[in-house]
């Protein structure tokens, strides 16, 4: 009998100890700017009731949900109405027998589920941060994978366009500490409102907003014809068109902007909003935060600014978004309870550091210092000096087993160790160790006591 290969789900990623320690550095900056901004952490489970995630992310979005079998699908007596009920599913339909759950598909809907279940144990404005997978039944390529994850930031029980500024800010200061040139762009679902309203199809925005979030994707000859398809007439889709080609500084955007409006109040209202996040006084972002009337986001539950986020010099899609949904609550029987949030994709930021070479490379660490094994009453000593090591945060470690030096320095080697210690016959008698440094060649002989001031005084040598 022939072995299967033995493979991973496609759109799944097995991490290596270098990779781990990179995304921790990234998930460590990111944690690190939230909680500095005010944010506390909580966690939600992967799986949530099918219920809870169907109908909030529209059509496109809902067709990528993973949704869970229930068990005892493989009772005999139920194998017809199973099959049916599966002819069902492929419809599209849900079916309670065979599916009542699913994986979550972002951080944001159980987010709005969290609050309103723990409504009245928490504190208004409630900052939240959440880092953890999320799974999309996507089509994987560069980027995008089945499962990734978000490393969100939210405030509820707020309309203050203070919490739009702090998450902008939070953006630029996270992207700065990582060394990504960025562009933070924004705009508003107020504006894309107003323009199916003025182009006479309220009832068409979410298909419009779809249609226009494709726009880079497919450009505007393909875009004509799905606003086409979805029954505008050439009129509406010119509208739409001058809408997308508006260009120039944000300043003058909006003037356009105001100009092709006529006076429509919803558009006015989101002019105002981008305006006054536009003109707040901060320290560095307002060089990277762009106004794009092309931004649209095809999530449905976005009222106000919307924020995407694009690394300057990669070929990748958007390493951040978000945006204002003053009524997510409502979905679960809390209504009134505004909402703003961003989120990092952490996948996207490590592939753009990764390509861009921005990690620091003592980020990879690891061990620092490798004792060497050489008899029982040596590693006895270098035990005892190994931990008192570890005890002031050198990494270390003791080869497993007495053996000849080239294997004990073959296992540095591979491992990028940068010290190893020698204690043999002589150094054992003397109460001393030689340390060497692999990458320089330099070695010298200290006493035990002097070990632990040796490397801290060699932090950062080469």
Known sequence: M??????????????PSDVVKK????IDTIRKVFELSGYQPIETPAMENLETLMGKYGQEGDKLIFKILNNGLDNPAKHQQVAEDFEKILEGKNVKEITERALRYDLTIPFARFVAMHYHELSFPFKRYQIQPVWRADRPQKGRYREFYQCDADVVGSFSLLNE????????TVFSELKIAVEIKINSRKILTALAEICGSPEKLTD???AIDKLDKIGHAKLKEELLAIHLNEEQVSFITKYLTIRGSNEEKLEELRKLMHGNKTALKGIEELETICSFPAKDHRS?????FTLARGLNYYTGVIFEVKAKGVQIGSIGGGGRYDDLTGLFGVPNVPGV????????????MEELKLFPGEVEGGTRVLFFNLGVAESKAAFGLMQMLR?????????HEVAKFDKQFKYAEKKNIKYIVIIGTKELENATCTVKNLRSG????????ALVEFFDSHKNAN
């Open 391 to 399: 005890a002031n945060g050198v990494a270390s470690e003791l080869f």
């Open 2 to 15: 022939s072995k299967s290969k033995v493979s991973i789900p496609q759109g799944t990623r097995d991490f």
């Open 165 to 172: 500024v702090e998450l902008a800010n939070i953006y630029e």
């Open 208 to 210: 419009i907003t779809i």
């Open 288 to 292: 990277s935060l762009t106004i794009d």
């Open 23 to 26: 995304r921790a550095f990234i």
């Open 341 to 352: 949030g961003i989120s990092f994709g952490l996948d996207r930021i490590y592939d753009v």
């Open 442 to 449: 330099v070695q010298e002989v200290l006493e035990h006591a």
